[in-house]
């Protein structure tokens, strides 16, 4: 999933969780939506693409690993 895809289904999300190793950041998308070139830094890859992996539970995203966060929204 390349960029445009990304950034429009974090649009449509109420909570986007990236994960990376042990930092994890959470872009409340309701209250401060943050700017597409700062979700794009968080949530693609050295290739441009959508880093994995990526859950979407209702209207909550998880981009990346962090077990502590999955076992918070599983």
């Known amino acids: 999933m390349g ?11 109420k909570l986007v969780i990236v994960c990376k190793g ?8 309701k209250k401060d939506r943050p700017a597409d070139a700062d979700l794009e830094e ?13 859950l ?6 998880v981009v990346g690993y962090n077990e502590e966060v999955y076992r918070e929204v599983l």
Not at 22 to 29: G, W
Not at 42 to 54: E, F, S, V
Not at 56 to 61: M, V
């Open 3 to 13: 960029s445009a895809e990304a950034l429009e289904m974090a649009r449509k999300a």
């Open 22 to 29: 042990k930092k994890v950041t959470r872009f409340e998308m």
């Open 42 to 54: 968080h949530m693609l890859g050295p290739t441009g693409n959508l880093r994995a992996p990526l």
């Open 56 to 61: 979407k539970i209702g209207k909550t995203i």
